[in-house]
């Protein structure tokens, strides 16, 4: 009742954009442990899971979390007129935000808060990516519907999809005999096709979510050593200190994965 009653207070005080950042969203309202906290991926897993999806669905999507750190009710509102790629900086503005009601898609200028509202400059892959998008698209949005629409909460699980089928994550399913409930659990393993779909390869041993797309984004700028204002201005917070408590994690902690880290820090060709 406590955990319940503290996770009430704090979603009201989110909500009604008091603070900027809830403590308490990963407490369990039934007691015991919070949830595991979700890390960023590493370069090679970020690797995996482009070539796993280049030309699928949640191709433009991932691309766009990882490379320019929206979240994801930013990606799904971003339209067109919001993404300039032909100056010399080509950049994203962050204008617009997507809910879900009764799913059905809803587009509004609220954003999370006031600091959501930000331009942010994308590199070269992330450049080519979308033009190549655009060219395709015949919708206002980037990421949209066979009709052009936005997507609702529905299309996009089926869309994210694709990410999870592949992954070897144990999954499990239901049937029914003679009115009997049978449960069947899958155990993917590396490398292997899918029984059904001989096209689709379990070649991801990790999971992805959505969230840690952007997760990645915001490490990596903590980990190439840019400074926390600029990091906490591209990630959309509030303060600097959301930014660094969440994100600024180790993301290598290996003696050969830190060894670079180390000796670019210190010069070890001087003296003391």
Known sequence: KMNMLIKCVFYSAEESKIISYNPAASLSAKGGTPKQEKKALTDEQVKILLDTIRGLPPYVFVMIGLYAGLRREEILALRWDCVFLDGATPYI??????????????????????????????????????????????????????????????QFVRVWKYIAVRSTEERCYYTYVNG?????????????????????????????????????????????????????????????????????????????????VINRAIDTSKKD
């Open 180 to 260: 009997q409930k049978i449960k069947h659990v899958v155990k993917p393993k590396l490398g292997e096709h899918q029984p059904n779909n001989p096209k689709l390869v379990y070649t991801m041993d990790f999971q992805v979510t959505p969230h840690q797309l952007r997760h990645t984004y915001i490490t990596n700028l903590i980990y190439a050593s840019v400074d926390p204002k600029t990091v906490q201005y591209l990630a959309g917070h509030e303060n600097s200190k959301v930014t660094m408590d969440i994100y600024a994690k180790v993301k290598y902690n290996k003696p050969d994965q830190l060894h670079g």
């Open 93 to 154: 503005s962050v204008r617009r935000a997507w809910r879900s009601v009764n799913n059905r898609p809803v587009i509004s200028t609220e954003l999370k808060t006031p600091a959501a509202k930000r331009d942010i400059p994308i590199p070269g892959k992330l450049v080519e990516c979308l033009k190549e998008a655009k060219e395709k698209s015949k919708s206002e949005y980037v990421i949209s519907d066979r009709n052009g629409n936005a997507l609702a909460e529905s």
